[in-house]
């Protein structure tokens, strides 16, 4: 696919592609990018990981709980003002609702991992280019979020169908220095 258009048409375009892609390849293509995971979280003894909550058309991350349980696991749940708080989740079918948005949160009393605590943030976007810009879903959340996060390597993980040869970028858009597709 070659992007065409406004960042509202590229995502439209990148959304269409993504629901209509066969279950199995997305299942097969989560299962590979949390194995390359792997390598980033399966050496260390305890790391303080930020996942998102996949929509049905996203990688799964899910299964890393079960896959490398030495490391706490913090989820998203959006805030007022665009804000997003990251807090703790051991049990995802316990520790999550849905919420307003129609996606899996964590759960408000769960315990909160500040920005600053986060080793990884795996970060979600539409579509990616392989030098690291990013589309997003156009709210800006993760804009705002990733620069309070000092210490965290920012990691991407998309299916190969999300990489681009570009995207229409802003210079508020910040991009991700590690991108993995499979």
């Known amino acids: 696919m ?6 509202r048409e590229v995502r439209q375009q990148m959304l ?3 629901r209509a892609m066969p279950a199995a390849r997305r299942d097969a293509a989560s299962a590979c990018l949390r194995a390359e995971m792997g390598k980033l979280l399966g050496t260390a003894p305890h790391l303080n990981v930020g996942i998102y909550m996949a929509m049905p ?3 799964n991350l899910l299964p890393l709980l079960q896959e490398y349980p030495q490391h706490t696991y913090a989820a998203p749940r959006c805030m007022p003002g665009r804000q997003l708080c990251f807090h703790r989740i051991e049990e995802p079918g316990k520790d999550t609702e849905l919420s307003a948005h129609g996606i899996l949160a964590p759960r408000p009393e769960l315990p909160v ?11 979600p976007g539409v579509a ?4 690291g810009d990013r589309l997003g879903y156009g709210g800006g959340y993760y804009d705002r979020f990733i620069p309070r996060c000092t210490k965290a390597r920012l990691v991407a993980l998309s299916f190969r169908e999300q990489i681009l040869p570009s995207l229409p970028t802003e210079t508020h858009d910040l991009r991700i220095p590690q991108i993995i597709h499979a």
Do not use: S
């Open 57 to 59: 058309h996203e990688v």
């Open 16 to 18: 269409a592609t993504l």
């Open 2 to 7: 070659t992007p065409h258009g406004t960042k």
């Open 113 to 123: 991992i500040e920005p600053h605590e986060l080793d990884i943030l795996i970060i």
């Open 128 to 131: 990616f280019t392989q030098g």
